[in-house]
């Protein structure tokens, strides 16, 4: 018995409503997060995650509303992230209810601000998300940043990435909702959040997001063994065999998905029972 | 009526939350006499030990919690106030349970302890009027990273790094270290037990 594995659905929220259909048997309102979040509670997840899409700059109005609605009826944690940019507006989604807010281009534009919430939030409410992608190495730059010491025992894992490295790969964090490259090294931007405060690095692979065949193990694994906060890991979870090897094969202290949820392809409940039994430590629930 | 103390500590709206989930009356309140006229208190909190205690005391608000004789329900820093003194801020609590609150030192294991872990480990057994009809292994939320030693007044363990006190309870004085607000519908059963107590 010991610290479990959370599973954390997460839902895209714009203008105040759940984007996509999503799919559950019997939701009066498939699009209404406060009802989606009272199901996906009562199904056992242990956390859940939403991310505002909404494109404009003024969604205070409805977000902040929206996080003191869902925190009325929630009776487990959850994080808000989407567009995040300042303290004030982190410190209104907080004092809202929500347990974390997550932050990724702000961050990376201006990483005092990871500094600033935690010092003004403390650390267990700061996520800093990061969206990685695997890109041609084009600058000696690049490849020097990525680096990495390999001796005898090092896991597959790491050798596979020793091997992607010398296909001339690097993992680059990408920002604005995957469409614009950084100059950041994955490893040592996470790294530099950690060292600014954040409490966890919720790490998404583009490369695996939407495809459904297995997460980003080798730098989920690397990340999470470097760093001494908890790592999320997203992008890729389509069945329980995934997520057995994620919390097996890596230190991710979470699996975070989205349409598999809510199109009930791997209703939460099912996805527990299947991890319970391969062995994987997880909250079942008891009453 | 549950009067909820109001200090200069983070999430106490999630416990108001979560007593109207429940259905059951509340009031956050600093008032010395709400406080003691209350049928039960709840001293909620996440923060800062050091400021926090001493927000306590320049408002005398910690004799007023101490000398309570109603059920009280300490969750988080309000049980690690709860204690006799706390490493964070190398600070002197309230002393009411009579252990030290530790921070949480590990190389392998990542520090805060957060997330779901066990009500309780293998060692103490479910006696408290707090915890009954809930399953031994029940699991609860936790976020932090100091923990309550564990004493002749620890009723639960959990095992994180090393065990440590999850429930503490002496006389009319009970506490969590968990969030039982965050902890689904153990947590609610935990509240409801609280708010029964006769």
Known sequence: MGLKKRIIPCLDIKDGRTVKGINFVGLRDAGDPVELAKQYAAQGADELCFLDITATVEKRDTLVPLVREIAAVLNIPFTVGGGINDVTLAKEIIKAGADKVAINSAAVKRPELISELAAELGSQCVVVAVDTKRVQNDSDNGRNINKIEINDKAKPSLLRLRSAQADGLTNKVFVAGGRIETNLETIAWCEECERRGAGEILLTSMDHDGVKNGFALEITDLISRKLNIPIIASGGGGTAAHFEELFKDTHASAGLAASIFHFGELPVPELKRQLVEAGVEIRILST | MIAIVKYNAGNIGSVTNALNRLGIENKVTDDPAELQAADKVIFPGVGEAGTAMRYLRERELDQVLISLKQPFLGICLGMQLMCNHSEEGDTKCLGIFDTH????????????????????????????????????????????SYYAEI???????????????????????YATQFHPEKSAGVGERILRNFVDLP
Request: aromatic share 14%; net charge negative; proline share 4%.
């Open chain 2, 151 to 173: 004493c002749d007044d620890t009723v639960a363990t959990c095992g994180y790094i090393l065990p440590f006190s999850s429930v503490l309870q002496k006389n009319n004085f």
């Open chain 2, 101 to 144: 609150v530790k921070l949480f030192k590990s190389q392998e294991f990542k520090v805060p302890h957060m997330g779901w872990n066990s009500l309780n480990s293998e060692f103490r057994i479910l006696d408290s009027e707090l915890l009954k009809e809930l399953p031994q292994e029940a699991d609860v939320y936790y976020v932090h």
